[in-house]
Nanobody, 123 residues
Framework: QVQLVESGGGLVQAGGSLRLSCAAS????????MGWFRQAPGKEREFVAA????????YYADSVKGRFTISSDNDKNAVYLQMTSLKPEDTAVYYCAADLKYAGVVAGECDYWGQGTQVTVSS
């Protein structure tokens, strides 16, 4: 059974940092593109960041570029989202996702999704 399990969310003050983790299991993700998404209350889910599990350049939404970094750790079978200089508008439930197509991840059309982790940034 394929599972993506996010963790690391919480409450942080504006300007602070958090690192989200996505533990992947149930299959080999080396050929997959991985992504992070977020959904704020009353808003649609939006793309945050994407990368190939195997590495290479990443792609970010303009709203997080320069502040967030996506990375993967093959040994730990995990993907991370390092978030710095957090703003109240970053408050959302953050989801990890995976798909064989990079374009699919960017479009939010992913085969696998995690259950989400809440990030709240106070002003």
């Amino acid at each position: 059974q394929v599972q993506l399990v996010e963790s690391g969310g919480g409450l942080v003050q504006a300007g602070g940092s958090l690192r989200l983790s996505c533990a992947a299991s149930g299959r080999t993700f080396s050929s997959y593109a991985m992504g992070w998404f977020r959904q704020a209350p009353g808003k649609e889910r939006e793309f945050v960041a994407a990368m190939w599990w195997s590495g290479g350049s990443a792609y970010y939404a303009d709203s997080v570029k320069g502040r967030f970094t996506i990375s993967s750790d093959n040994d730990k079978n995990a993907v991370y989202l390092q978030m710095t200089s957090l703003k109240p508008e970053d408050t959302a439930v953050y989801y990890c996702a995976a798909d064989l197509k990079y374009a699919g991840v960017v479009a939010g059309e992913c085969d696998y999704w995690g259950q989400g982790t809440q990030v709240t940034v106070s002003s």
